[in-house]
């Protein structure tokens, strides 16, 4: 399950980059908070590039910069085995 998790992350950051890559932090979460009707400051860079965290109240997703992908759930570092949703 988590080399699935793994690899399904990736593949989410590399076609996110495409397109926005040109765009500045602000202004892609400007857009992703109007998009999924959220405040801008629950949207912030994840950890991994391509990719926002957001708090949905005690929850915490990601959203590709593109806004197509939604992901909910811990993102693991297998390498280290750090969870960096906590």
Not at 24 to 52: C, E, F, H, N, W
Not at 56 to 77: N, T
């Amino acid at each position: 399950m988590k080399r699935f998790l793994a690899i399904a992350v990736c593949a989410l950051c590399l076609g996110s980059l495409g397109a926005y890559a040109a765009d500045d932090t602000a202004t892609v979460i400007a857009r992703l908070a109007r998009q999924l009707q959220v405040k801008p400051g629950d949207i912030s860079p994840a950890p991994i590039p391509g990719m926002y965290r957001i708090l949905l109240g005690p929850q915490v997703a990601y959203v590709s910069a593109d806004g197509r992908y939604f992901l909910r759930g811990d993102i693991i570092d297998l390498k280290n085995g750090k969870n960096l949703t906590a």
